[in-house]
């Protein structure tokens, strides 16, 4: 080669270089680098459509499997949001509070109604089932899901800090295992808490209702029961004992009924099988007529009463039936408590802003002040032997405070022990539909 050809020469072999260097950046680096680009932006979970300028023809096809792997994640991440975008839309709208473990027992997700229910002022999720409930029986049932996928129910009671001192909530709680393949090991829990401190309460008062109901029953049956035997053992001969033992059969059979009545009255309105029926009437003409009506017990207790209705007071719409019934168990009351002679019971109504009160002021012996807020319950007694003696059923007051409450009014009591009780009645003047019922 010739010294002037060697410049052409090198000239040549750099051009090829530069040629072959610009080959490689923009039809094999380049591309690759878009490449490598596009497969990170995948893996950092960015799934936005990819562009690719004009690819070289031998990697067309990478990049548009690329594309096609996109599009599927892009559609497949789509339906995951929808997904636990449904999850949590059915888990809001939830009553029960519900709680998601995973297999260590640490809590991955809750819904409202379960921070609500507890009252959690700091997030429970990736904190543990123990730590944040505190009850080993919880945490067996989530061991035994876990491990045997086998549904388990417990019964929890837990304290909670209120106003006033502690209250107890009740709850019925469902752990299952969740596994995505049947047969598998479950991989997470789910919890359900559901209340049922109302339920449990209804119970207990049912329960007590009925013990209390037993009781009322057996006395009276009992005292028949034993002046029977009495009388088929000999006492028929003896006429004064006869008679004795047959008035007291008469008297404590009567009991029965008054009791049978007043719990017909107590279940008819409670279960408002009984619709009460409004009419416009004139209050004091039922209140005469109760007054009628108890005249021989005012008689027989040598007590004075009397009746002060105002005019714009009298008429309103009421039950006449029911109303008779209330303002009967109140005089009743005053009459059966007070002290014989000296007993005086007033009765006045007036009328006051939207209601008129009715209100009963006797000057019998007064209920103790701890009394007082439990004698509109049902059989509460201040002094059981004295009631009962008396005739008295202990359903009065909690007829009066259920008829009066299905009329829309409310009830009150102002005593002072030793100087007499006022009972008040207060009805709604304008009657609201719903408390029709
Ligand atoms: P009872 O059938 O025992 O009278 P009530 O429900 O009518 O049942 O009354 C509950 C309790 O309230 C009575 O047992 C009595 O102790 C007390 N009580 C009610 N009215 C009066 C009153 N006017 N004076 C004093 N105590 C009363």
Redesign the pocket.
Known sequence: MSAEAVPWVLGGVGCLALGGWLFFYYGVLSPLLSLRDALGRLAQKDFRSQIFQRPPFFFRQSMRDVRTVTEMLQQLDRQIADEGFSLRAILSSMVEGVLITDRSQRIRLVNDALVQLFDLSVSPVNRSVIEVFRKHELQKALDTALETNEAQRIELAFETAVADGYDTKHFEVHVAGLNPKAHARPMAALVVFHDVTKVKSLEAMRREFLANVSHEFRTPLAIINGYLETLLDGALDDREMAVHSLQTMQRNGQRLNLLIDDLLTVSRIEAKAEMLEFRPGDLRDVLLRVVEHLEPNIRERDARVDVDCEMDAREIEFDAHRIEQVFS??L???L???DPHTLHVRITARRLDGEVRVS?S?N????PYD?QPH??E???????D???H???????????KSVVLAHGGRVG?E?TPGN??T?SVFLPTEREESGAA
């Open positions: 168990n109140l009743g009351n005053a059966r408590y007070g009963f006797d019998g012996p007064g209920i009394d004698i509109f049902r059989f509460y007694r201040v002094h059981k004295r009631s009962r008396a005739g008295g059923t202990g359903l009065g007051l909690s007829i009066v009591v005593s007499g009780s009972f």
